[in-house]
């Protein structure tokens, strides 16, 4: 290099600014980074704290054949790029990321089971499990785990990460984990020591995981607010993203300290759903009414198209099936725009096409 040309090229980077770096995944993957060593370390920790005055919470730490056991793919693999796009044929099939698989090897499909974007996570025999984007199953938590089946934890995704929160059974006692679904690494974990108590994931957002016990609502912060009281038993946490808090019943009154994220409470349906942004909430319309001052969202496909169902789609889009003249139709529509465009027609054998993890 001649140094007429070096001596140009360091005026002109000298004179560069560098561009600012996004603090907000920075914060993420420092918070990922520390709950992860402290997973590492669990062996030499024991921290119980209160919950309610009944429970306690315990810091334990940390035609493609490539669908297997049986299962077909309807055609080549197209992963989640344009979300999981996860349905059912009750009776038949369901169908995710180009994948198709008896819906008896997905327990729970429609109410416990939860989409992400490395593929479907639901429980078998009490034991979380993972289905991915090539359709094999590995569990998500390896340990004892013991079979009950009135203990449905169900399970919930994270918009803003790879992570899901799951719960199992040991010993009569529940245990809530955090597992990354990219990896497969477990983020982190929590013991509820209670009297005869199960517990039920409601929500998890942005390292935040909401669950109910015989006490009533706790979150349980990634971020250090291990098991803390957030809502009593009159409260129903329907759904939280991006700080709003969609509830029904009385308004969530959070143990000080809890609420420090400055939530934003807005009453809905039990049944209802936020949009990843958290500025819509989906309640069995396609009509989204807004969280805040701006405009309804209005889906171009229509009750009046003969939209009978509606779900949140991991990339934050919204699924809805209509069903007309030439059978059941899903359809995906943007969260901004409300565009939405057909992604199959289908014919449904065994009841109303279903969304997983949601009955809406």
Not at 175 to 199: A, S, Y
Not at 272 to 290: E, Y
Not at 341 to 356: H, K, N, P
Request: proline content about 6%; charged content about 25%.
């Amino acid at each position: 290099m001649s140094t007429d040309l070096r001596d140009a090229l360091a005026e002109r980077l000298d004179r560069a600014t560098p561009p600012p770096g996004d603090l907000a995944t920075v914060v993420r993957e420092g918070r990922r980074i520390r709950n992860r060593r402290r997973a590492v370390a669990v062996g030499a920790v024991a921290a119980a704290l209160v919950l309610g005055g009944l429970a306690a919470t315990q810091l334990v730490g940390p035609s493609d054949q490539r669908a297997g056991k049986g299962d077909v793919a309807t055609e080549p693999v197209v992963g989640a790029a344009d979300g999981l796009r996860a349905y059912a044929d009750p009776g038949g099939d369901l169908r995710y990321g180009g994948l198709r698989v008896p819906t008896s090897q997905v327990p729970g499909f429609d109410t416990d089971a939860a989409a992400t974007p490395e593929g479907i996570v639901f429980y078998e025999a009490g034991r979380p499990m993972l289905r991915d984007l090539d359709g094999e199953v590995t569990p998500l938590w390896e340990g004892q785990v013991q079979p009950d089946p009135d203990f449905r934890p169900t399970a919930k995704a994270d918009s803003t990460s790879s992570e899901v929160a799951v719960a199992v059974l040991r010993g009569g006692v529940p245990r809530l984990m955090v597992v990354d679904t990219g990896t497969g690494e477990l983020v982190d974990q929590i013991n509820l020591i209670c009297e005869g108590c199960t517990v039920v994931i409601d929500a998890f957002d942005d390292g935040a995981v909401f669950f109910r016990d015989g006490n009533g609502t706790n979150v349980w912060d990634l971020d250090g607010n291990f098991g803390r009281p957030f809502a009593g038993l009159g409260t129903s946490i329907a759904d939280v993203r991006n700080g709003i808090v969609l509830y029904d019943g009385a308004v969530p009154e959070p143990e000080p300290g809890v609420g420090q994220r400055d939530y934003t409470y807005v009453r809905g349906a039990i049944d209802s759903q936020l949009t990843h942004d958290g500025a819509h909430v989906l309640a069995w319309s396609s009509t989204l009414a807004p969280t805040g001052a701006g405009d309804p969202l209005r889906l171009s496909v229509t009750e009046e198209d003969g939209a009978t169902s509606w779900t949140v789609d991991t990339d934050g889009s919204v699924l809805v099936a209509s069903y007309g003249s030439s059978g059941n139709v899903v359809h995906d529509c943007d969260a901004v725009t409300g565009a939405c465009d057909e992604v199959e027609v289908l014919e449904v054998s065994g009841g109303d096409l279903a969304f997983l993890g949601n009955d809406m």
